[in-house]
Nanobody
Framework: QVQLLESGGGLVQAGGSLRLSCTAS????????MGWARQAPGKEREFVAN????????YYADSVKGRFTISRDNAKNTVYLQMDSLKPEDTAVYYC???????????WGKGTLVTVSS
């Protein structure tokens, strides 16, 4: 089992920045591809970014490419999502995920709310 705890959400104005963190406990963090997904009200959950076990390979959804940066620190069992140039449409609950494969993941955090005001 892997337990994931997100932090860093909050309220920010459009154009601003936030950094989300997700700390993992349980099984070896560095064994897993990690990701961030989000779910806006009335919409399906979508992956926005993921990162390979060693951090050398990343993926971004088109909607966030060039604005969001995913990174990880395996020594701290933590994955980050730096979100810049935020837009109101980025408003959602953001979830951390472990053992990501395509649109699936084995483990999920409980989520952190990001609200972007216009």
């Amino acid at each position: 089992q892997v337990q994931l705890l997100e932090s860093g959400g909050g309220l920010v104005q459009a154009g601003g920045s936030l950094r989300l963190s997700c700390t993992a406990s349980g099984r070896t963090f560095s064994n897993y591809r990690m990701g961030w997904a989000r779910q806006a009200p009335g919409k399906e959950r979508e992956f926005v970014a993921n990162i390979s076990r060693g951090g050398l390979s990343t993926y971004y959804a088109d909607s966030v490419k060039g604005r969001f940066t995913i990174s990880r620190d395996n020594a701290k069992n933590t994955v980050y999502l730096q979100m810049d140039s935020l837009k109101p449409e980025d408003t959602a609950v953001y979830y951390c995920a472990a053992n990501v494969g395509g649109t699936l993941a084995s483990y999920w955090g409980k989520g952190t709310l990001v609200t972007v005001s216009s």
